[in-house]
């Protein structure tokens, strides 16, 4: 089983980030195998919204996109962590969303395989549930509209420092065990 976590912070070994990472260490310490990729180590360029994609099968633009949407194609599960910054995702997760597009053929049918299952993380500052709900449920139609399905959720806030989550030592246990529970 293979398993990839993709942060869109641009805080490296951040909050968010280490959500995720006590995701796929619970995930590896059940037998998966784990990978991590963060969004800011990738050049990653908007979508132009000049629909070659649907023409000729495949995006022009000549950036690490394609490299990081085969590493989801590979995947059996995807956990995607952000950070929220006023009541939305950060700025680097809105152009790997939208490249997504270009993976779409003309009918908007996708070639990603179906079933691949997705894991929601999210980190802020003072926001509650209902803020991070909104967030969620937003992530979730995204992978569910090119097949993945519902893996999990799991947020914590008050983490305005970058090592704040370590404030939350049952929320780290709470992590672990979700990536656990991952792995049949």
Same mark, same amino acid.
């Given at each position: 089983m293979k398993i990839i976590g993709i942060t869109s912070s641009p805080?490296?070994? #951040?909050?968010?980030?280490? +959500?995720?990472?006590?995701?796929?260490?619970?995930? %590896?310490?059940? #037998?998966?195998?784990?990978? +991590?990729?963060?969004?800011?180590?990738?050049?990653? %360029?908007?979508?132009?919204?000049?629909?070659?994609?649907?023409?000729?099968?495949?995006?022009?633009? %000549?950036?690490?996109m394609e490299e990081i949407y085969q590493k989801i194609k590979e995947s059996d599960i995807v956990v995607f962590g952000s950070p929220i910054y006023w009541f939305r995702l950060s700025a680097q997760a809105y152009p790997f969303i939208d490249r997504i597009y270009g993976h779409f053929t003309p009918d908007f049918s996708c070639d990603m395989p179906k079933g691949?299952?997705?894991?929601?993380?999210l980190t802020c500052g003072g926001e509650d549930i209902e803020d991070m709900n909104t967030t969620n449920d937003y992530l979730k139609k995204v992978f569910q509209y090119i097949g993945f399905v519902d893996a999990g959720f799991i947020w914590q806030n008050n983490c305005n420092k970058p090592d704040d989550l370590s404030n939350y030592p049952e929320k780290i246990m709470e992590a672990k065990q979700l990536g656990k529970s991952l792995v049949p």
């Open positions: 805080r490296k070994s #951040g909050n968010t980030q280490r +959500l995720v990472e006590h995701i796929l260490i619970g995930a %590896q310490e059940a #037998g998966a195998k784990t990978e +991590l990729i963060r969004l800011c180590d990738f050049d990653i %360029q908007p979508c132009t919204g000049c629909d070659v994609c649907k023409k000729d099968g495949e995006c022009i633009i %000549q950036d690490d691949k299952k997705i894991v929601v993380a």
